[in-house]
């Protein structure tokens, strides 16, 4: 499939490095935009998004802000918060595809940090169905493995915090945990990490009334040897979307010819044959279903998020 560089206009104007995938026989059938996770490269999505285009629909992959091809010159006096990502950026990402291609049934697949950004968009209710990948409430409490939960609890509280105030960003691709990250993006995702309920404790966010207002359909997958995004930390974000129509399903590690999936591994090619097609079924299904009962998903909009 053939892929064309794009610079997506965020909701003030930054430009955001992606890639649009077009399917061989046009005219498509809709249009799925790809919201990555936090501190993941662009590439990672890219089988996944040429999979989409052979079942005839228009991907589209991008990074947030300050991440990969969206990075500035530096990122030390870069100015990002994580809400950025989701107020800024997946809203204009959604958006701007909804404006250049009206006529087309909009879709998003959302990776952890993406799919948490699907609830919190106003733009979501645009979309004709959405899928939330790995996507939850990520409060360190509900890490139920005591040892991953202790590693990462010291990575994201006592280590990540102070180093990236010294450093002017967090240098994640020196430490082999991803892509480095602008201080701010950081220490607002670890403040969040620390509350019970994750960013819903977060009275600046107004995160429950934001998913509140989401009416497209989702579908929310997790995966059994997933160590962060738990059954609990999961069922925590989908609680939230109580308009929205909500399909949970658990798929097992065996389902991967590697026998494992954990948190990234369903975007990994090795995954595609037998992970992808249901999901891209259940879009376009659904879509359909959502089409007939009169919900165009192109509802109007109040402003932005």
Known sequence: MSSLAAEIPAVDGYPLGGHVWYPEVLPAKGVVLVHPATAVPERLYFAFAQYVAERGLIAVTYSYRGIDGSRPPSLRGFNARMRDWADLDVEGVTRWAAELYPSLPLYAVGHSFGGHAIGLCESSNLLRAAVQVASHAGSMRVVTYRRERARVTLLMHWIAPPLARLVGFMPGSRLGIGEDLPVGVL????????????????????????????????????????????????????????????????????????????????????????????????LLSTGAVNAAAGHSGTQALTGTS
């Open 187 to 282: 220490l607002e995702w670890s403040r969040w990490t620390r509350l019970p309920n994750y960013f819903f404790d977060d009275p600046t966010l107004d995160a429950e009334a934001r998913f509140a207002r989401v009416c497209t359909p989702i579908l929310s997958l997790g995966f059994d040897d997933d160590l962060w995004a738990t059954r609990v930390g999961i069922d925590m974000l989908v609680s939230r979307l109580h308009h929205a129509p909500v399909t949970r399903r658990e798929i097992s590690a065996s389902l991967s010819d590697s026998g494992s999936i954990g948190h990234m591994g369903y975007f990994r090619q090795r995954s595609g044959p037998r992970l992808w097609p249901e999901t891209v079924d259940w």
